[in-house]
């Protein structure tokens, strides 16, 4: 069911996100040769306390999972795509790319973030991979408006990777959601589609949009910890996500900070 958020909620909505996202700019910060996964998360949650939220993964047991997700951050470093599990053995060194995914509940309700950050010096190849994901996510922004359909985001991120000389993977196995009351809501908004197809977008619905791209192909395999995505051949990934809300026009990016 598609939930068109009240003034109340909107408000509250915006809030929680000037929250995430100066939480995770301050997370950020610590992404550096030498820190572990591990820290990057007990860094996160205890700023997301210390502002009086809830962090939304920990704990967080999706449907068909044996265990509950047992972090607030999800740590994903080089070919892991997303929802790495943070481990105090895992160390980040000059070069690595990393991608850090983080919910927070402000007042009952959710917001969802993510970015990719390279470590130190990073290659001319991941750099790229990190500002087209970026772009990919703003340009699926730039399509979200009010009485567009989730066919046109994912048709508008589908064609900008693919308007790219080099060969991308878009990942087709997930794919951004609406957000809110819940942190997974309906619907899904796959990263690539067809214009015009979809659920239409109605103003006052709150969805998150997330691209994840990566440098090889579009496969990608989970690990025996039923968590951690990776890509099937071993290359890179990146991954960039905001919580919007649908307007009229241009939609709102509520995971910002003001
Ligand atoms: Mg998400």
Do not use: W
């Not at 929680?16 to 572990?36: C, D, I, M, N, Q």
């Not at 001319?124 to 989730?150: D, F, M, P, S, Y």
């Amino acid at each position: 069911m598609i939930i068109i958020k009240t003034k109340e909620e909107i408000e509250i909505l915006r809030e929680g996100g000037r929250h995430l996202a100066t939480v995770l700019f301050k997370v950020k910060e610590k992404v550096v040769p030498g820190v572990s996964t591990k820290e990057l998360d007990q860094y996160a949650e205890k700023l997301i306390r210390e502002m009086g939220d809830t962090p939304a993964f920990l704990n967080y047991r999706p449907a068909g999972a044996k265990t509950p997700f047992p972090a607030s951050l999800c740590v994903s470093v080089n070919d892991e795509v997303v929802h790495g599990i943070p481990n105090k053995k895992r160390i980040l060194k000059e070069g690595d790319i990393v991608s850090i995914d983080l919910g927070l509940n402000h007042k009952g309700l959710f917001t969802d973030m993510a970015m990719t950050v390279g470590v130190g010096k990073v290659s001319a190849a991941n750099h790229k991979l990190l500002a087209i994901t970026e772009q990919a996510l703003l340009v699926g922004i730039g399509a979200a408006r009010g009485g567009n359909t989730v066919g046109d985001v994912g048709h508008a991120i589908e064609s900008f990777i693919g308007a790219h000389k080099d060969a991308y993977g878009i990942v087709e196995v997930l794919s951004g959601h609406g957000v809110g009351r819940a942190i997974h809501e309906d619907p899904y908004i796959p990263n690539f589609g067809k214009k015009g197809k979809g659920e239409k977008l109605f103003p006052g619905m709150v969805i998150a949009i997330e691209p994840m791209i990566n440098l090889g192909t579009k496969n990608v395999t989970v690990d025996d910890d039923e968590y951690t995505f990776r890509t099937a051949d071993g290359k890179k990934s990146a991954h960039f996500e905001h919580t919007i809300l649908i307007t009229e026009g241009e939609a709102e990016v509520l995971t910002r900070l003001r």
